[in-house]
């Protein structure tokens, strides 16, 4: 089991719907992340919260929204997918973004399916 | 983007033998970390090596870096089934907010 817990652990949604992915830690980290994964392929960044507030976002689609209400939770909200957008969808957490020596802490990820 | 390369992209080992799996990254770096992610599970963190370290043990795990040839390298020695796993490499930009993975190697420990 990980300390950061992921829902739901799978999701089918159509190309019109709207659907939110959710992230929680209670470890008193206050950097949290958002990473995207293909089969076979590495993890790949997509967005980083430091203290609740937005300090990176890779370029990646309007499509996909991060939020983050407090500092345990995060939320991925996701609208008009494509289905190359499939894939499974990693939230960590980490002590401080701006920690470099401080490990990620990932959930088990949801795994996205788009028809 | 990926950082960098790990080879073998595949590694299939009797039970007892050592495993090596090499890093390769393009950039200055804080540290170097190791993860490992079990089929369709998330990523756990191994060990993580700060770019003034050479060699740093765990347990079974034995990881090298290689500042002036940007590389890094994990041995898991005696390995067991249950090491079977993928492995990836992860290194940290020195503003420290990106954690960014190679490739990945993919073992395979037979019993």
């Known amino acids: ?115 | 983007s990926q950082q960098g390369e790990e080879d073998p992209q595949a590694l299939s080992i009797q039970e007892g033998e050592n495993a090596t799996m090499n890093c390769s990254y393009k950039t200055s770096i804080n540290n170097l970390q190791w993860y490992r992610q079990n089929s369709g599970r998330g990523l756990v963190h191994l060990i993580l090596i700060r770019s003034n370290e050479r060699e740093k043990h765990s347990g079974r795990l034995r990881v090298t870096l290689d500042t002036s040839k940007k590389s890094s390298s994990l041995l898991i020695t005696a390995s067991r089934a249950a090491d079977t796993a993928s492995y990836f490499c992860a290194t940290v930009n020195t503003g420290g907010f990106k954690t960014i993975f190679g490739a990945g190697t993919r073992l395979f420990v037979k019993a």
């Open chain 1, 1 to 115: 089991d990980t300390e950061v817990t992921q829902t739901p652990k799978h999701l089918v949604m159509g190309m019109t719907n709207k659907k939110s992915l959710k992230c929680e830690q209670h470890m008193g980290h206050r950097a949290m992340y958002w990473y995207k994964q293909k089969a076979k392929k590495p993890p790949e960044l997509m967005f980083v919260y430091s203290y609740e507030k937005l300090s990176i976002n890779e370029s990646v689609p309007s499509r996909f929204s991060p939020e983050c209400p407090n500092s345990s939770l995060l939320n991925l909200h996701l609208h008009a997918l494509q289905p190359e957008d499939s894939a499974l969808y990693l939230c960590a957490s980490s002590q401080d973004a701006g920690a470099p020596n401080s490990p990620l802490h990932f959930g088990n990820g949801t795994r996205l399916t788009v028809t």
